[in-house]
């Protein structure tokens, strides 16, 4: 083989965002690098596809959510191509009377609701005021990398006693809570507290009045502090990572697709590295996975060199993943009713009320769809004219609350979910039926699929824990690490697993 | 209704055995067997019954002071006629006695090998096909949850046999390798043939030949043309075997057993002469004279192999067993305790309180008896180990009718088992007393 008997200092398995990120970070620590995919093409959710000719979109994720500045900088990503078409998108929840709702970010937006709602934008000051004090509060919890909870538990008292003394008893008082609840309690208009349901549960096959959904919502509002906001990236979601994968190669990186690993090596106790499903032997005396933690273990790393109560101690396999794509090639801008055409490029949500969205979660639960199903809609060819001939656009439909195994089955139900998406989205924009040129459903699995991430990787469908340590990203194999999906809060698209892992590493080469 | 008095589903059922669904020797998913937490059949919900064993009738009958105990749940007898009758029959001639209250699993599938391999502390690797070898298994801090007796019983069938149930630590053990664990305590009856004359016995009975079965081996043979597999293992600390059958043709071999050797000293025996026989051997038991890693609340009670004096059956040179990290730091030092055995000199049976060294406690007894054959008191005690090689007495309690008086009695350490004839490993295996 091309790469025998050359040596690496370190194998990173995967080549979605999370491997990709640990590969370049290593390299920037000067490490001889190998990243192995076994899929044939890179980057797992965050790939760019055609509909038809011509018409590109982000296959499945659509959103660059929370891209850590500090990775982006790190990395020099802009360096290697990675350009934004959009920065900051607002949120738009669709009102089918043409009363849309921009969700606000700043004083005007509020002063703009305000207009019609007074009594909400009174709350909506209060609710934002009071969340924004959470996540400054759990932010370094959450996102803390030390083994040991009880210097960051430390830390957050201090800053809670420093700030307001009713903060903590608040914030401990919600932890446990429905992010449902608290908005029923809070708002009134259903516009709003759809939206923001929504915004806390997508991605997860949780309902709104779910307990635990307001860390949820705590665990996203601290994921969007990192990055700036919603963004769309030049070339869709792929853009990311071809740059990511520049990242890589400019650091003298190596990168294989289509070498599947089939084990680890294991020598004396610790990584000697790995083999590939041709049996190719690999040596390197360190690896990184991206993949699950179970599956890292077990299926390659094998239950045989690690004791019972550490297998006892494995999370179980992630949650099947509920969210679907359709992606639609259009010959015009939709048009939504009552919409002006600065906010059409917006990040748009259909969740006309709370119940809606706990309606969607209830049918999920039990392997059925609703008839108008929620959704979050972005049209990047208004950003990014490139993606689709002139005049034409794509259109991005991600869609939460669809069962995995659907009653009845995918392949004899998608035509028709396709359809119910169009006829909602219709309901909003009349013509928009029309504009269709073609267009296609990701189910859940299909999505698994392709991204080759069990749950498919679209937003954490995991629950957030509050304080998840260093211990996570190490094992009890020495050499062996782990940067994919449960090993850092930082879930969704941030490649922020990766790059601890690769911090931790490089922490651990320099003790020695 | 609550769950639990529900009727099983439809199609659930088994029309030819509703009690024991049939196992797939194929299948290699770890399953717990559900039988083995419903009610048989029939049965009101909540019904308090005795648990007897398969042999419960052949034991009765021959129950001829009414002393019952419990072993794992069953209702066995602590003794049959007389603990002195039976000790004399067990070294002189021979007992037959009912141990299907052991709890025994099935081990099988593609990756049985690598699982006990990573399972229990000694190489697995080299047992032969009907062989077994006395095994050990700890948890991650290296202390000890049991030990057992695994027979291998094909390519990639095993069998393990212990005192006390494991069968959610093997369960777990078994994520991540291709192999099925059972529970076959309900399927397998058990009996053991203990003493010198056991081999004369077996082969009295029909097993022509038995006496070249080589210690800690076995084979299938038939008794009364019933198929049994008989091992060459036993806690007596002599010669014996233990005959392993299905449990609706173990009264049959036992009936065939006792007839044979009824004119030659076969003597029927209850648990009582077990423990005493296995005192004599030096053999600790699990849940006696050791708590498993997690039946132990406080630490202290939990004991390392070291601790137990097994080093024999750790094998650090394997790469990786449950264990392995805590005890290759563990053999580095001596162990703070140490199983010890004792003798007590004195006529009189007396019971064991404190071990003291100068005068200071230094130890617990954990199992006591009186040997008729030595004269003695013996004991298996945890004692420290700066005390192992003081001047060592202990506490005891002497019964005279309703008094009970505290004498101080001298002990001393003994290395080797009480008991330990060279017939027990002689091949072949005497057949005359």
């Known amino acids: ?512 | 209704m609550t769950p639990d008095t529900l009727p099983p589903p439809l199609g659930e059922q088994d029309a030819e055995s509703p009690l024991r669904p049939e196992i797939d020797p194929q299948d290699e998913r770890a399953a717990v067997d559900p039988s083995l937490f419903e009610p048989p059949a029939g049965a009101p919900p909540f019904e308090r019954t005795v648990l007897t064993t398969s042999l419960h009738a052949a034991v009765a009958a021959e129950s001829r002071v009414n002393r019952w105990t419990r072993w794992n749940g069953f209702t066995v007898a602590a003794w049959l006629t007389d603990l002195g009758d039976e000790y004399r029959a067990l070294r002189g001639a021979a007992t037959l006695a009912d141990i299907s209250p052991l709890i025994k699993y099935r081990i099988a599938g593609r990756d049985a090998l690598a699982f006990l391999d990573r399972l229990v502390t000694g190489e697995v690797a080299p047992l032969a096909v009907d062989r077994a070898m006395h095994v050990l298994f700890c948890e991650e801090q290296g202390l000890v949850l049991g030990d057992g007796l695994l027979f291998r019983l094909g390519d990639e069938e095993y069998r393990l046999v212990t005192e006390e149930t494991h069968l959610a630590w093997l369960m777990d053990s078994a994520i991540g390798f291709r192999v099925r664990v059972e529970d076959v305590g309900d399927t397998l009856a058990a009996m053991s043939l203990q003493g010198p004359l056991a081999a004369f016995h077996l082969s009295r009975a029909g097993l022509a030949g038995i006496e070249r079965l080589q210690p800690m081996a076995g084979c299938w043979a038939a008794l009364a043309g019933i198929p049994v597999y008989v091992s060459r293992t036993g806690m007596s600390g002599d010669l014996g075997y233990e005959i392993w059958v299905d449990p609706e043709e173990a009264l049959y071999v036992w009936r065939h057993l006792m007839q044979a050797g009824a004119g030659f000293g076969l003597y029927p025996s209850g648990v009582g002469l077990r423990e005493l026989a296995r005192l004599e051997a030096g053999l600790p038991r699990a849940g006696r004279d050791y708590l498993g890693a997690f039946a132990a609340i406080d630490p202290v009670h939990a004991r390392t192999p070291f601790e137990l004096g097994a080093e024999r059956q750790v094998a650090l040179v394997k790469p990786h067993f449950n264990g392995r990290a805590a005890l290759v730091r563990l053999a580095a030092a001596a162990p703070p305790r140490r199983l010890a055995r004792l003798v007590v000199d004195g006529l009189e049976p007396a019971r064991f309180v404190s071990v003291l060294a100068d005068g200071r406690p230094v130890g617990i007894v954990t199992t006591t008896g009186f040997s008729p054959a030595l004269g003695c008191n013996l004991a298996l005690a945890t004692l420290d180990t700066g005390a192992l090689t003081a001047r060592l007495t202990v506490d005891a309690e002497i019964r005279d009718e309703l008094a009970v008086r505290r004498v101080v009695l001298p002990a001393r350490l003994v290395d080797e088992p009480f008991w330990a004839p060279a017939r027990r490993h002689a091949v072949p295996a005497p057949l005359t007393a």
């Open chain 1, 1 to 512: 083989m091309a790469w025998g008997g050359r040596k690496f200092d370190a194998i990173v398995i995967g080549g979605d965002h999370n491997g990709l990120a640990a590969a370049a970070c290593l390299g920037r620590a000067s490490l001889r690098v190998l990243l192995l995919e076994a899929g044939d093409r890179l980057g797992g959710a965050a790939v760019t596809a055609e509909i038809l000719p011509e018409y590109e979109a982000s296959t499945m994720a659509h959103l660059v959510e929370a891209l850590p500045r500090r990775i982006e900088r790190h990395l020099k990503l802009s360096k290697h191509g990675l350009r934004h078409a959009a920065r900051d998108l607002p949120t738009v929840a669709l009102d089918r009377d043409g009363g849309h709702l921009v969700l606000p970010r700043n004083r005007k937006d509020v002063a703009a609701l305000a207009g019609t709602r007074p009594a909400d934008a009174a709350a909506w000051r209060v609710f934002d005021a009071r969340m924004k004090a959470h996540v400054a509060l759990i932010a370094p919890l959450l996102f803390d990398d030390t083994a040991s909870i009880q210097p960051a538990l430390r830390r957050l008292v201090w800053r809670a006693e420093w700030r307001a003394a009713g903060t903590l008893a608040d914030l401990l008082h919600l932890l446990p809570q429905s992010i449902g609840d608290l908005l029923d309690a809070e708002f009134e208009y259903p516009l709003l507290k759809g939206a923001l349901a929504l915004d806390a549960v997508l991605g997860s096959v949780d309902g709104p009045y779910a307990p635990g959904t307001m860390l949820r919502y705590l665990h996203r509002l601290a994921l969007r502090g990192l990055g700036r906001g919603y963004s769309i990236p030049a070339g869709g979601l792929g853009a990311v990572t071809d740059a990511l994968a520049a990242a890589v190669a400019a650091q003298r990186g190596e990168i294989r697709t289509g070498a599947r690993v089939s084990r680890l090596l294991v020598e004396g106790g610790a990584i000697a590295g790995v083999e590939t499903a041709d049996g190719t032997a690999i040596i390197a005396p360190l690896v990184v996975s991206s993949l699950g933690r179970r599956a890292t273990m077990l299926d390659l790393l094998g239950a045989a060199h690690i004791e019972t109560a550490q297998v006892r101690r494995l999370p179980a396999t992630a949650p099947a993943g509920s969210v679907a794509k359709v992606n639609l090639a259009l010959d015009g801008l939709p048009d939504f009713r009552g919409l002006s055409s600065v906010l059409c490029g917006a990040r748009l949500l259909i969740a006309p009320s709370l119940d809606d969205v706990d309606r969607a979660a209830t049918l999920c639960a039990q392997r059925d769809i609703a008839a108008e199903p929620v959704m979050e809609i972005t049209i990047p060819s208004i950003a990014d004219p490139a993606l689709a001939p002139a005049g034409h656009h794509v259109m991005s439909v991600l869609l939460p609350f669809m069962p995995h195994d659907i009653e009845g089955g995918w392949p004899a139900r998608s035509e028709a979910v396709l359809q119910s998406v169009i006829r909602t989205i219709a309901q909003y924009a009349p013509d928009f039926a029309d504009r269709v040129i073609a267009g296609d459903l990701l189910t859940p699995p299909d999505i698994e699929a392709k991204s080759g991430i069990p749950g498919g990787g679209l937003g954490p469908a995991e629950r957030p824990c509050l304080h998840a340590g260093a211990a996570r990203q190490a094992t009890p194999v020495p050499g062996l690490w782990l940067c994919g999906p449960g090993s850092h809060p930082g879930d969704g698209a941030t490649g922020l697993a990766g790059c601890s892992a690769a911090a931790a590493i490089v922490a651990e080469r320099r003790a020695r």
